[in-house]
Structures are given as structure tokens and as C-alpha cells.
């Protein structure tokens, strides 16, 4: 099992209200009592513990996700960096530098072990792997 | 003690060439190994987990803090949002809301726990205090 903490500068193409989202939830919160989706995927459970749609916030967004063994994002890349902190478990991360070159080469391998931080740069082809 | 995870978007004052600093530091890193700071306070530790200017990152910044009971940070504010992971310990938020009014009003107080978050709007004027 992979335990990682995400942050992410994300920019809203959803027009967010501010104010009359924020009404509606409570400014603390607790992040064991916050709902969980796994979006179709029986492997990931993932949990948004402050977005920008939802929470009105407008420049970043955190995640909590956590990857059953074996199992791993798709590889992607995106127009933003991502932290990531890794809370539990061990696994692996392919990151391809300088993706937006024409050649961008052979992904690097890393490997990702607890209390591990790492960033992928914007557009930076990448995927994370839990240890099976 | 209160141990706070904050990431906040952070636009860099000084131009980070993002190439040549990042070939000086390795990708992963061990969050444990990690030089802290107190910046002159004896009641903090601070740890920045990944920074605009020493990691050539630009949207992002993530720090980790350790308040000692009885401490706090200023009362301040800046201009970008900024989400707070509570580790560990006790503590209060104080918070004021629109303070980009002419009268912001007065600052609400809330109680923060183990595993809570929660994240502070552009501008407005907030304090953060450990549990003596």
C-alpha cells in the first residue's frame, strides 16, 4: 500500500464562487471524515482535502490517495508541478525530464520510500507505482 | 507541540534558473534529512520540503513546521492561499475573513486537531498558536 500526500497548482475551469461555496463548508475540517472516491478503480481510494470547485480555493489543490500494492497511476503529465509526500508505504516513480522536447528519452527510475518527497515539473511525463 | 504541513503557492522574487539548480539536488529526498531552520526563534523548526529559489520549483512551495507549546506565528497575511495539515498536536486558528475590507472585523477562532486542515484565502490576516 502507497500512502501519498499531492499538491498541485491547479487552475479552476470551473468559474468557482467563493463566498457562497465557502458558506456551505465548514472552514476546519477533519481529514478522516472527508468523503473518499475511487473513480471506478477498485485499487485507489482518493480523497480531495481542499480543491478548487469544491472548496472555492483557487490556486491549489492537496490530495490524499492511497494505491493498493501492484497497482499505480496512469503515466500523465499535466500544465502544473506536483509535490508529493509520501505518508506510508514503497514503490516507484518513472519520471521522463523534459518532456516537452521533441526526444524527451528514457524515463528515471526512482525509488519512493516513507517520509520521501519529490516534484514533477510542469509537462514532465510521469507515473507512480506501489510496491507490489 | 504542533507539527503543520503548509503548502502555499509562492511566486518567486528572484529568478530561478530551474535547470542548473535542479542538477546540484538529487530528485528524491528524504524529508528526515533535510536541513531545519528557526530563523532566530528557539520555539520553531522549520523544514522547507520544496522551495521556488533552492529547488528551481515555481508554483509551489510545501514546508514543514514544529511549533513548541505556547508559540505561534505572527498575525500576518500575504498574497496567496495557503493549506494547512495538522501532524500533530493541538492548537487555535485565528482567522479574519475579508480583510481586503475597509473593516475586516474581528478574528473567528478555531480549535485545530490531529488531521485536520484547513487553508487561508488570499489576504486575509490569520495567527496560528501551539497548545501551551
Known amino acids: 500500500m502507497l500512502v501519498i500526500l499531492v499538491a ?4 479552476t ?6 463566498c457562497s461555496i465557502m458558506a456551505r463548508l465548514s472552514l476546519m475540517r477533519n481529514i478522516s471524515e472527508l ?12 480523497t480531495t482535502i481542499v480543491g478548487s470547485v469544491l472548496h472555492g480555493i483557487k490556486e491549489i489543490e492537496v490530495w490524499l490517495q492511497n494505491f ?9 503529465r499535466h500544465s ?5 509526500v509520501i505518508v506510508k508505504g514503497q514503490g516507484t516513480l518513472y519520471l521522463t525530464p523534459s518532456s516537452h522536447s521533441k526526444y524527451p528519452g528514457n524515463p528515471q527510475e ?11 515539473p510542469v509537462n514532465d511525463a510521469h507515473q507512480v507505482y506501489s510496491l507490489p
Open 68 to 76: 493498493a500494492p501492484g497497482s499505480s497511476t496512469p503515466i500523465h
Open 8 to 11: 498541485l497548482l491547479w487552475f
Open 80 to 84: 502544473c508541478e506536483e509535490v508529493f
Open 13 to 18: 475551469t470551473v468559474e468557482a464562487s467563493h
Open 110 to 120: 526512482f525509488h519512493i520510500f516513507p517520509n520521501s518527497t519529490f516534484y514533477v
Open 35 to 46: 468523503s473518499q472516491n475511487n473513480y471506478g478503480r477498485p485499487d485507489l481510494s482518493h
